[in-house]
């Protein structure tokens, strides 16, 4: 029998004959790697494109998103559990393959795609696809990824995307080993990747009490942004909420994401979100020069777009994003 090496991502999983990788939807079928998954979403939604979160990234307007089931990483706090550390025969799927997947978008009103609530990375050839079809059709894509990937695969995708929000976990080894089942200098490498292309890249930060809230490691991960990714990269500290194998642990306090937000902006970054808080200084842009207000947020629902040409409509400053 011959196995196969995975290298799609970090793990480089060896599978032996029917095999699966960590994922649970790569295998070894005949000693040729095989997806499981290809044109089977278990979860198509239509969301404002500001649940991804993408602030910087055509605000108001509605996304199509879809997922298939599986994961490459474990994280013991994931709120998609059900379905990103489900095999994909015990989701509910669809048939929805890319050619059918654009139009599809367009019927529901959405201007662009996201790969999204599992991780794009594990369904790599039907996002990529999808992606390339979309471009062809003057539709835009939309990674929504822990970004745990090898850089081959993830430059040869990078052409057909348009913007990402990548969550960075934590900011140590140790969480990501512990909390993840990964590592943290992948994502790193990912995000100096991305950051280099014409694409918008943002950043979540879910912030789990107890394990990645110390405040010395978020000014580390702030700081690494501003010096290695720039200054304008939009950062989203995200309340944690009960879920999977920490469901007895507490909300993030609004305190602590309070805190991490004026650490972010110590270092320099110009563009910080809380997710999951009602806190309107923290859903809104502002213009980092003037400080006028250039789109107002309700939650999800964006209540006005100030900017013109992509700038700030009282002093001109141009400021980073697609809008």
């Not at 009490?209 to 405040?215: M, V, Y």
């Not at 469901?247 to 306090?253: D, E, I, S």
Request: charged share 25%; with cysteine.
């Amino acid at each position: 029998m011959t196995a196969v090496e995975c290298r799609l991502c970090p793990h480089r999983c060896v599978l032996a004959e029917n095999e699966r990788g960590k994922c649970r939807v790569r295998w070894n079928r005949n000693g040729e790697l095989k997806s499981l998954v290809y044109g089977r979403p278990c979860a198509v939604h239509v969301d404002p494109v500001e649940k991804k979160p993408m602030f910087h990234f055509r605000p108001g307007s509605r996304i199509f998103s879809i997922a298939t089931a599986g994961c490459n990483l474990r994280c013991k706090y994931c709120q998609n559990w059900s379905i990103s550390q489900a095999d994909p025969e015990t989701t509910r799927n669809e048939i929805l393959l890319p050619e059918d997947l654009i139009p599809t978008a367009r019927a529901n009103g959405c201007v662009s795609i996201a790969y999204t609530y599992t991780d794009p990375i594990i369904y790599y050839e039907y996002a990529f696809d999808s992606c390339v079809l979309a471009h062809r059709q003057g539709m835009e894509n939309v990674l929504v990824t822990a970004g745990y990937i090898e850089e081959k695969p993830l430059r040869e995708l990078l052409p057909h995307v348009d913007g990402a929000n990548v969550d960075l976990k934590g900011f140590s080894d140790e969480f990501y080993r512990e909390m993840c089942g990964g590592r943290l200098k992948p994502v790193l490498r990912t995000l100096e990747i991305m950051a280099k292309t014409d694409m918008v890249l943002e950043i979540t930060n879910l912030v789990v009490p107890g394990h990645n809230d110390d405040p010395k490691e978020i000014r580390e991960m702030c700081r690494w942004i501003a010096q290695n990714l720039g200054t304008e990269i939009p950062l989203h500290f995200s309340r944690f909420h009960p879920h999977n194998q920490l469901q007895r642990l507490p909300p993030t306090p609004a305190s602590t994401l309070l805190d991490a937000a004026k650490i972010a902006q110590s270092e320099g970054l110009k563009h910080v979100y809380l997710g999951n808080l009602r806190d309107a200084t923290y859903e809104n842009t502002y213009c980092p020069k003037c400080g006028a207000l250039l789109v107002e947020r309700v939650g999800f629902r964006v209540r006005q777009v100030k900017l013109q040409n992509g700038r700030c409509p009282k002093c001109s400053t141009s400021i980073y994003g697609r809008w």
